[in-house]
């Protein structure tokens, strides 16, 4: 761990193996934001493939609610960073797996949605974009994110209806590929990663850009726009 946000980075061979784990609910900060753009920077150099975990019961519940209820320009810029932090993850050039231990909510579900491959633990836990319930708007790049991984019978429950679901439904509904027991979930994402770190990092990069530039440029050329009127959790 480091001072700079509650994320941990090793190698296993070659994969790279990001944990979240502040104790907490692993809230998307400005710190830890800036902490996963430095692991990703360096697993770029060091790995063939990387894994994002949770600790046990959390994955993440999202933004920073004290940055989001600060003021609306620090609740912009958090979820602008967020937004920006997300993309790059979506079309990053090595393969990524997710180890969801647990609750994955708002921008925890938006980090599912744009991971390669999806493993989730079979305990209790909530998966879902829930920002409409507590009065925020889907900001595009997270409607766009969903309307590309979800299934479409899913789509619209799941963003207007901001339906959280288990993590056997998170599968059904595409925010997972996958539920495995609790206490194997890192170690099967590991594995999968080291299945895909076996492919030609190249082809694979090039594959997934040629899949996934549609969706970014769309999000890339709405986003300021979209930040400029975001609005954040109100009461009902």
């Not at 997270?142 to 590309?148: K, V």
Request: with cysteine; net charge negative.
């Amino acid at each position: 761990m480091t001072d700079l946000a509650a994320l941990s980075y090793h190698l296993d061979g070659d994969v790279a193996v990001l944990t979240l784990d502040d104790g907490k609910a692993n809230a998307v900060s400005p710190a830890l934001l800036e902490a996963l753009n430095g692991a990703l920077d360096r697993a770029r150099d060091e790995a063939r493939a990387v894994v994002l975990a949770g600790r046990p019961g959390r994955f993440s519940a999202g933004f920073d609610l004290s940055v989001m209820t600060q003021s609306t320009e620090a609740m912009r810029h958090l979820v602008q960073s967020g937004a920006e932090l997300l993309l790059r993850w979506y079309d990053y050039d090595l393969p990524t797996v997710a180890a969801c231990t647990g609750h994955a909510l708002a921008a925890g579900a938006l980090l599912l949605l744009t991971t390669d491959v999806r493993i989730g633990s079979d305990g209790p836990a909530k998966i879902g974009l829930n920002e409409v319930a507590i009065g925020m708007p889907l900001p595009i790049f997270a409607i766009e994110l969903a309307r590309d991984r979800l299934t479409k019978k899913t789509f619209t429950q799941a963003t207007m209806g901001a339906r959280v679901f288990t993590p056997e439904e998170a599968a059904v509904a595409g925010y997972l590929d996958q539920v495995v027991p609790a206490d194997t979930v890192l170690d099967e994402a590991i594995a999968e990663a080291r299945r895909l770190a076996t492919l030609s990092t190249g082809a694979y990069a090039r594959t997934k850009h040629a899949a996934r530039q549609a969706t970014v440029d769309h999000v890339r050329a709405t986003l300021a726009d979209d930040m400029a009127k975001l609005t954040g959790p109100t009461p009902l």
